[in-house]
């Protein structure tokens, strides 16, 4: 059955119902939104939704994930440094009791039974100190550096306290770009090691010498330079740019490069004069070497010159590393035969003697010295010029001496060298050679030696300031037969007395000065090639909180006063340094109390931004479904209209 055209201004029924459903589905579609925003107070779900809000949200959030970060750091780091103080603070009262107790044990009138009972509180002192060093807080050992894992601390079974850590600290981030250490290492708190042996020894430049290793590690500016080469009649000019290079070598290449192929060439070496810097040497004529505008690469280098016919350049002081060979040690002269020599090192109740004639490098030489499990920390010096030898005992005495060669003395690390002050002896008691009378005229202060021959003779050292000047008063009384030196194994001073005839024995006479030497004493026997040998009277101690109570301990027990004032002094100086560390733990709680209240602040702030992009708007949600909810509403009451036409509507 036909039905027609359709009427103009009619719209046919399934047009009418497509754009209902569309309606419908639309409405539908938005009151869902509205209502997953108001359940879920997102105000999106998919970036596509809102792509500028949405770029905005996730960098919020990214600096709220950052942030919350950075609050934990500041929570742990905080928990961490508390804890810290509170240890801390228990090594400062034994600190307080041991100064007491040196003051009680120094009195007349106490007797010997009751500086026994003053020992036996020093050494629970000791312990008491060593189990708030060894204080594990958070699954870590507070004191150990980076050796956070094990207790740092051992009181080893003769007696010494030994230091397992390292002198390293544990850092994290508080803030943005705020890079805060959360621990304190234990030769900071405690004085751990013994106060490092090191010398300048004056490591030689070498064509592998790092240019960032220069002047002690400041390195130079690694830029272009100018060169000329002249011989009168033909001039050359270069400019070379050293950005690439990376060692003495590369530079030697690119100097030389640069005028391989003209009718001057240029040579560059080390200056084998001083081992130090270096020599351009052109073949023929003059050289000239500038720096361009702005720039210091010649200056550093040493070898900015005007016209030379050789240009010998400036001492460029390479730092020390673990790759300098020890034959480039002092000015490239080495260390001396090492096939049969070494050293000898005594550390508590060890001595060994290290062979060392297979080292070639710093770095082979620390692992040797390493490989003697002598508990020794080897490192270089802050300087860049030298060893830093320490030992790791608190309590014990550590010295290094020679084993027949110098190597101990080129290393720089030998502990009784010509050089010694003689007022750094005896642990600082010095040796009474500058005591003065009432007028401020200089006292006497003789060693008095009786020679194989009988003969007895008094040699003035008043005035002496080195161990060098000693043996410099005592050679010069009978040059070639009464000598001394230094002992050619390990430590101390050797008498000699060899007049070719006489047998006798050779004896230095018990005095304040001889005693103080570690020369008083007898060599009996009748080979006058034998030496008095005298004592060690420079061995090294650790100072801090662990060797104080060490010592204070065999002093008490041996009832020996003279220590026990050098104690005093050393809890003085100890008080004042653990101050120090305090203060400065003090001041990192204090930062870190600020960068919190700082974070606090700035959470509240990203969390309002976050919320305006992100977070829906309860009151305009509501009321956009309300309207919705009317809209639909509306539409499914003309859809209903709708879907009762017939037909008849239509005609």
Do not use: C
Request: overall charge negative.
């Amino acid at each position: 059955m036909s039905i027609g055209p359709i009427l103009p201004g009619r719209i046919p029924a399934p047009l009418i119902a497509r754009q209902l459903t569309a309606r419908l589905n639309e409405s539908t579609r938005l009151l869902q939104q509205l209502q997953d925003q108001v359940a879920t107070g997102q105000r999106f779900f998919r970036p596509g939704e809102s792509p500028g809000a949405a770029l905005r949200t996730i960098a919020l959030q990214k600096a709220l994930e950052r942030q919350a970060q950075f609050q934990t750091n500041v929570q742990t780091d905080r928990s961490l440094l508390s804890a810290t103080e509170t240890a801390l603070n228990t090594v400062a009262d034994a600190l307080n009791r041991a100064k007491g107790i040196v003051l009680a044990g120094a009195g007349n009138t106490i007797s010997q039974a009751e500086r026994d009972a003053l020992a036996a509180e020093a050494a629970s002192l000791l312990r008491g100190v060593v189990g708030a060093a060894n204080m594990e807080f958070r699954g870590r050992y507070l004191f150990g550096g980076s050796h956070a894992t094990q207790p740092p601390f051992e009181i080893t079974g003769s007696g010494p306290v030994a230091y397992r850590g390292d002198g390293l600290t544990i850092e994290s981030y508080a803030d943005r770009d705020l890079l805060l250490s959360n621990n304190v290492d234990g030769v900071t708190a405690f004085g751990a090691f013994t106060t490092p042996l090191t010398r300048d020894i004056n490591p030689a430049l070498t064509l592998d010498t790092r240019l960032a290793d220069l002047h002690r590690g400041a390195g130079i500016d690694r830029g272009p330079l100018v060169v000329t080469v002249s011989d009168g009649v033909t001039t050359q000019t270069a400019t070379i740019d050293l950005s690439a290079a990376e060692t003495i070598r590369d530079v030697q290449t690119l100097l030389e490069n640069a005028f391989s192929g003209g009718p001057i060439t240029l040579s560059a070496d080390i200056d084998p004069g001083t081992n130090a810097g270096l020599r351009l040497t052109p073949s023929a004529g003059t050289v000239a070497v500038a720096d361009v505008a702005g720039r210091t690469t010649a200056a550093d280098l040493g070898i900015a010159s005007s016209a030379q016919p050789q240009v010998l350049g400036a001492d460029l002081d390479p730092r020390l590393t673990l790759q300098t060979t020890l034959a480039a040690l002092n000015g490239g002269t080495g260390i001396g035969p090492t096939a049969g020599a070494g050293l000898v090192i005594t550390n508590g109740p060890a001595t060994k003697t290290i062979d060392i004639s297979t080292a070639a490098t710093v770095e082979d030489l620390f692992n040797l010295l390493q490989q003697a499990n002598l508990n020794l920390h080897t490192g270089i010096n802050d300087a860049g010029d030298g060893l830093a030898i320490s030992s790791r005992l608190s309590g014990a005495a550590f010295s290094i001496g020679e084993n027949g060669g110098q190597n101990a003395t080129l290393l720089g690390i030998r502990t009784l060298a010509a050089d010694t002050r003689l007022a750094d002896l005896n642990l600082g008691f010095g040796v009474p050679v500058n005591v003065l009378d009432a007028t401020g005229s200089l006292l006497p202060a003789n060693l008095e030696i009786t020679r194989r021959d009988g003969t007895t003779l008094a040699i003035d050292l008043a005035g002496s300031q080195t161990v060098q000047d000693v043996l410099d008063r005592i050679n010069a009384v009978d040059p070639g037969v009464l000598t001394a030196s230094l002992a050619a194994v390990g430590n101390g001073i050797w008498l000699f007395d060899d007049d070719g005839a006489s047998t006798g024995p050779l004896t230095v006479a018990d005095n304040p000065v001889s005693i103080s030497l570690g020369l008083a004493g007898s060599e009996t026997g009748s080979d006058p090639t034998v030496p008095l040998v005298g004592t060690d009277v420079n061995p090294q101690r650790a100072t801090g909180v662990f060797g104080i109570l060490a010592d204070l301990q065999a002093a008490l027990a041996s009832g020996n006063i003279q220590e026990l004032e050098r104690l005093d002094a050393l809890i003085n100086g100890e008080v004042e340094r653990l101050n120090l560390v305090r203060a400065d733990v003090g001041s990192r709680l204090q930062a870190l109390d600020h960068v919190a209240n700082r974070l606090e602040d700035e959470h509240i702030l990203l969390q309002e931004a976050l919320s305006t992009e992100f977070d829906t708007d309860l009151t305009e949600a509501v009321t956009r479904i309300a309207h919705i909810q009317a809209t639909l509403e509306a539409v499914l009451r003309i859809a209903a209209q709708t879907s009762q036409l017939t037909l008849l509507s239509f005609l």
